[in-house]
């Protein structure tokens, strides 16, 4: 099947720092990109969706200037954690639909990223 | 809002059928139902997707009724692996986007 591959798989930054998170779609194309967050023991959340080309659709809660998308081609989609907290440190996953398929075709996801706040 | 229901874990032991129900009242016509399972510290992987009826692949067996207002996703002789969280979820059409929304999913325990 498809392949999502998210990068890094673990990073552990100071408070305050930024931190990018890349999820590359290999084999195939996605106009959109899918971004969840998951706390230990808890299903994981939609952030947001990114969408190549334009601007990322956040769901109710999410901050826009802390976690920011970007979508600049139709395999590449990074998210940035800016000026990370503490709060913030979480399993992050990026997941994306291969557009050959029909709608309800499912999502790939990628491998995750613990992010680690000191 | 996740549009699912599943029983929040379940115990099983080795070689034995495992069936975890998934309740969707409100699934749409065109929503197709798709599990994923997900262990510690992964991402989810597929394992099945389904619109009605029966569909089977070399891992689970995928039950839905004529209302499909639930499914039953079948791993058969489960194996000490198969200890993970398994999601059950149907599509959303949301601010003309399709999502995944995730619920609470099921936490199997498979004991030797």
């Known amino acids: 099947g498809a392949v999502v591959s998210q990068h890094p798989s673990r990073v552990i930054c100071k408070s305050g720092t930024s931190v990018k998170i890349e999820c590359r779609s290999l084999d195939f194309q996605a106009t959109t990109m899918f971004w969840y967050r998951q706390f230990p023991k808890q299903s994981l959340m939609l952030m947001a969706t990114?969408?190549?080309?334009?601007?990322?659709?956040?769901e109710q809660g999410v901050e826009k200037d802390k976690f920011l998308i970007n979508h600049a081609s139709l395999t590449l989609s990074t998210l940035t954690v800016t000026s990370a907290h503490p709060e913030d440190s979480s399993f992050y996953i990026c997941?994306?639909?291969?557009?050959?398929?029909?709608?309800?075709?499912?999502?790939?996801f990628g491998s995750g990223t613990q992010l680690s706040v000191l | 809002l996740a549009k699912t229901t599943q029983p929040i874990s379940m115990d099983s032991y080795e070689g034995q059928e495992v069936n975890i129900t998934c309740s969707h009242n409100?699934?749409?016509?065109?929503?197709?139902i798709t599990w994923y399972q997900q262990f510690p510290s992964q991402g989810p992987r597929f394992i099945i997707q389904g619109y009605k009826t029966k569909v089977t692949n070399e891992v689970a067996s995928l039950f839905i009724p004529a209302d499909r207002k639930s499914s039953t996703l079948s791993l058969p002789r489960v194996s000490l692996s198969d200890t993970a969280v398994y999601y059950c979820l149907v599509g959303d059409w949301m601010d003309s986007s399709y999502k995944l929304i995730f619920g609470s999913g099921t936490r199997l325990l498979v004991r030797p």
């Open positions: 997941s994306a639909r291969d557009e050959e398929g029909t709608v309800n075709e499912k999502l790939f």
């Open positions: 990114s969408n190549e080309g334009s601007k990322a659709t956040y």
């Open positions: 409100n699934i749409a016509t065109n929503d197709y």
